[in-house]
């Protein structure tokens, strides 16, 4: 005899989905919910969305990541607080204070209830911390300087670190020791390709870009990608934002696209971002921002890593503006005003005399971005500045130009 017929479920009215293509909703996706923190919500029927008050207004978050399973985003503040959420939820979990030792580029392990951050005040160690009991696991003392760059290796427990120490250190989270060190000018900016098998390490006082084989990190590194070269293009010297002031070098943000094959440097310059080809290191665009923007204020800016002078005194920290989705295919960031964020189609026309490539389309928002980042199993972007917003695809809003 036949059992019984089981009907699945029908599929959720709302949250993130996972099988719509990037493509289709790229243009669509609109702010969610606002949040920073476990105090109080308030209802803001005008926003169309939950906001989460800070007791304090001037609290930054300075740096975002999503776990393994796209369901929890970890947000260190300047407050001194790591913010955790349930991203699919849309809810605040908990908050966990680092008063003593400060908190910046706070990453998820690969475990959901384990991080690292970087410590802003009384040394410059990487703590290793369970979210579940609030209790240290590991120090990771060496670095002598503020760290600058943290990334987790994607395939294994290990991770890099690069400080203004002008060292960059392996790390294995099972031991409190250094695996390797390299020591490099102002190597400020860090990250692993997709694969695992290549580091990419960013020196903007050298205007280089170094990629290591991960397995012969002691060797010289099997490519360098000379920046300087940008300075003498006709791109560059042909474009009307650049005022003679050559190719970017305050540098933000560093990634791999999950294809391997491009790499973006992110910037505060008005000049725009870098997107370079990962394997040779050419030029392919300069992505920049929407001329409502241009010039950029400085004072609103976050502060890069080098030179420190770049920045406005009191500006927060950050870990760049910028992020590619998780096809690779488009760019999300910051308009570069104190509103909306924009998207960067990296398969779109570039100019062929300024090779410069404008924003697809505008994402609006009524509040900054200073951070970005893409959900990893999820079409959810999450932004933050004195918030921390989700993003998800809506219908029938239509493409804003940006």
């Known amino acids: 005899m036949a059992g019984p017929i089981v009907v699945p479920p029908p599929p959720p ?4 989905q996972a099988t719509q293509k990037t493509s289709d909703v790229i243009g669509n996706l609109r702010p969610t919910k606002v949040s920073l923190s476990c105090s109080f919500a308030i209802n803001t029927k005008s926003l169309g969305f939950k906001l989460f008050k800070l007791s304090a207004p001037t609290t930054y978050a300075t740096s975002l990541s999503f776990d393994d399973s796209g ?6 503040c300047s407050d001194e607080s790591l913010q955790l959420y349930n991203a699919k939820e849309g809810r605040a979990l908990k908050t966990l204070f680092s008063k003593k030792y400060g908190a910046h580029l ?16 009384t040394d410059d160690t990487i703590r290793y911390l369970s979210t579940h009991d609030n209790q240290f696991l590991r120090y990771f003392k060496g670095h002598t300087a503020p760290v600058t760059a943290l990334a987790l290796c994607p395939a294994s427990d290990t991770f890099i670190s690069g400080s ?16 390797g060190k390299l020591n490099l000018a102002t190597p400020t900016l860090a990250t692993y390709d997709p694969s695992a098998t290549v580091i990419a390490i960013a020196s903007p006082s050298t205007s280089s870009i170094l ?24 791109a560059i ?21 999950n294809d391997g094959k491009s790499l973006i440097v992110g910037t505060n310059n008005t000049l725009g971002h870098l997107l370079l080809d990962a394997f040779s290191g050419e030029l392919k665009a300069l992505l920049v921002r929407p001329p409502q923007y241009l010039p950029l204020n400085a004072s609103s800016l976050r502060a890069t890593p080098w030179p420190a002078s770049s920045s406005a005194v009191g500006t927060a920290a950050g870990q760049g503006d910028v992020c590619f989705s998780a096809d690779g295919r488009y760019v999300v960031g910051g ?12 398969q779109g026309q570039v100019d062929e005399e300024t090779k410069t490539l404008a924003p697809l389309c505008g994402l609006p928002c009524k509040t900054r971005v200073g951070v970005v980042e893409w959900n990893p ?7 933050a500045d004195r918030e921390v917003v989700f993003w998800l695809p809506e219908d029938g809003v239509g493409i804003k130009p940006p």
């Not at 998820?108 to 410590?119: D, K, L, R």
């Not at 199993?377 to 932004?383: E, G, L």
């Open 211 to 234: 990629l290591y084989d991960l397995r012969n990190y002691d060797k010289p590194p099997f490519a360098t990608f000379d920046l300087r070269a940008l300075d003498s293009l006709p």
């Open 13 to 16: 009215l709302g949250g993130p």
């Open 335 to 346: 308009s570069g005003g104190d509103r909306d964020a924009v998207v960067w189609d990296v």
């Open 71 to 76: 369901e929890f985003l970890l947000a260190a």
């Open 106 to 121: 706070a990453r998820f392990t690969h475990h959901s209830q384990s991080i690292i951050y970087a410590s802003t005040k």
């Open 164 to 179: 203004l120490d002008n060292t960059v250190r392996l790390w294995s989270l099972s031991s409190p020791s250094p695996q």
């Open 377 to 383: 199993r999820y079409n959810m972007v999450a932004t």
């Open 237 to 257: 010297m042909a474009s009307p934002l650049a005022a003679g002031a050559g190719a970017p070098r305050d540098w933000t943000k560093l990634e791999f696209s």
